[in-house]
């Protein structure tokens, strides 16, 4: 059998494997409802591989790394207690990994639309569409944060400084891949790129 899986992908398999290992722990220590959350967070490191299945989308490997890595450093943070432990720089790293992956994928969202509505978007609007796109969930996250801290007593947001260096790190994280964005669209056509994601892994 002739092995068709690139090591990245072996590594995404890798990495949800982690996730279930971290919501199994959650269960075996009675604490449910990190359990669910950890799954949940699992669940959504699949939509990838459902999607590629329905669609002719189908993100490169690196994308799929990018999430399972994203969302393993926030339940690992959560039920592995990473967050207290390497308290205040691991929360940081996972907010700035998150934003490189959101904003890779509005930047794939944004290709993809612009290819099938017809909006022929400029290479500027893209490029703006990214940060503003990252920012918006990076503000979505932090409300989620304190809607829960204040109907469940957590402690997710740790005061307004806390909420704006997380901010500031997605920003910076949105920057990077808006920069490389433009570096690419400078040199390669709209339609070449998005092939990057349609055609990946078929």
Not at 71 to 86: E, R
Not at 108 to 115: C, E, G, S, T
Request: proline residues 3%; contains cysteine; aromatic residues 16%.
């Amino acid at each position: 059998m002739i092995w068709r899986w690139p090591p990245g992908q072996v590594a995404a398999y890798v990495v949800q494997g982690l996730i279930l290992l971290n919501v199994g722990y959650s269960v075996a220590i009675g604490d449910y409802f990190l359990a669910i959350v950890g799954f949940f967070g699992f669940l959504v490191t699949t939509v990838p591989y459902i999607v590629s299945r329905r669609t002719d989308i189908c993100m490169p490997w690196e994308v799929n790394l990018l999430i399972a890595i994203s969302l393993y450093l926030h339940v690992a943070g959560h039920i592995s207690a990473y967050y207290d432990l390497f308290s205040p720089y691991y929360d940081k790293f996972a907010h700035f990994v998150s934003s490189i992956t959101i904003s890779v994928l509005g930047f794939a969202m944004v290709l993809i639309v612009d290819r099938y509505s017809g909006l022929q978007l400029t290479r500027p609007m893209i490029i703006f569409f990214i940060v503003i796109f990252t920012m918006a969930l990076g503000a979505i996250w932090e409300i989620y944060e304190f809607a829960f801290d204040t109907v469940f007593g957590t402690e997710l947001q740790h005061g307004l400084e806390d909420t704006m260096y997380d901010l500031i790190f997605d920003l910076v994280g949105a920057l990077i891949i808006a920069t490389v964005g433009n570096f690419y669209l400078r040199r390669v056509e709209k339609e070449e790129m998005v092939r990057m994601f349609l055609n990946s892994g078929h």
